[in-house]
């Protein structure tokens, strides 16, 4: 996060998962010893790369005996990245209202926490055909998608043109409107612009960027940050309220079973495994799951 937005240092870990040890004044639905994930502010005090940390009430969510705090924290930001992006930058029905035609979406980087999260949330509203762009990660996208309703994977270590290729093919059947760019670059952004139909077309980034119209159709920026805003101006509800409630949804889908985190991989050391963690994720060395620490394990903890 710092060498994406700049800044001081900072605690910056946002996925927290762990017991209740204390509820603030006012705070309802919450209580010590509960078993949570929350999602931490972002760029504020007290974040999880500590034994304390401090979360909103409207971001946390109760996890299941069966889900395991390791599980559960790599879930808050990747599936609230998703989330927003499904349904409130692209405006896919919630799955309460779930698509009754087929409406194609193209997830370019779908082994990734959230486009795996954003094929979930996509799912869930019965929007299909869903096309995901993968490579090593594909084994486990492959587990995601309902091949009985068109969904497809493509290996775009084949090169471009193959996947040039495959999005046309797809084009030629279906009108494809939505696509969640969780790679987000120039490249993948032209790529998907060939065939993302240019009337009300939409191309979701996760990158934070002002919206802007490339060629009749809309490329959306992304920060999972507003669900710690208030509503806007003139409205009683907003991202915020949002969050709350596809929180809530999460822990009923955990419950339930319908709902997942994301694999992981425990960082051996606890805090002191976070450096050695983050230049494997930058240097690409990682597919298709997260790192996930315990703090207990930290040397420092340990001694004691």
């Known amino acids: 996060m710092p060498k994406l937005m700049g800044g001081d240092p900072a605690n910056h870990g946002d996925d927290i998962a762990g017991y209740v040890e204390a509820v603030g004044e006012g705070v309802t639905g919450f209580r010590p010893g509960d078993r949570v994930a929350a999602f931490h502010q972002m760029f504020t005090p007290h974040g999880s790369y500590a034994e304390y940390s401090v979360a909103a009430a409207k971001s946390a969510f ?5 889900t395991t705090f390791e599980e559960g924290a790599t879930i808050p930001l990747a599936s609230m990245t998703a989330a927003l992006g499904v349904y409130q930058r692209l405006q896919l029905p919630l799955p309460w209202t779930p698509v009754t035609v087929p409406t194609p979406l193209v997830v370019n980087g779908a082994a ?7 094929i979930k949330f996509a799912a869930l509203s019965n929007v299909h055909p869903i096309i995901a762009i993968a490579g090593n990660g ?3 996208v492959d587990t995601l998608l309902d091949k009985s309703k068109g969904d497809i994977i493509i290996d775009y270590r084949q090169g471009a043109e193959h996947m040039n290729e495959e999005l046309r093919k797809v084009a030629e059947k279906h009108v494809i409107s939505y696509a969640y760019d969780t790679v987000s670059d120039e490249a993948s952004l032209e790529m998907l612009s060939k065939v993302v139909y240019a009337e009300n077309g939409k191309i979701m980034s996760v990158v934070p960027r002002e919206d802007e119209v490339i ?14 805003e ?9 991202n915020a309220e949002f969050g709350a409630a596809i929180y809530n949804l999460v822990s009923l889908g ?9 694999p992981y991989e425990v960082a051996q050391g606890g805090l002191a495994g976070l450096e050695g963690a983050l230049k ?4 690409g060395k990682v597919s298709a ?3 996930v620490l315990r703090l207990a394990e930290t040397p420092t903890v340990l001694k004691e």
């Open 62 to 66: 109760h996890l299941p005996n069966a």
């Open 280 to 283: 494997s994720l930058e240097a």
């Open 138 to 140: 594909i084994p486990f």
């Open 289 to 291: 799951k997260k790192y």
């Open 112 to 118: 990734t926490a959230v486009g795996a999260f954003a």
């Open 215 to 228: 060629g009749g159709i809309t490329v959306l920026g992304s920060n999972v940050g507003h669900i710690h």
């Open 230 to 238: 208030p509503a806007k101006e003139g409205f009683k509800v907003g």
């Open 254 to 262: 955990l419950a339930d079973g319908w709902f997942s985190g994301h």
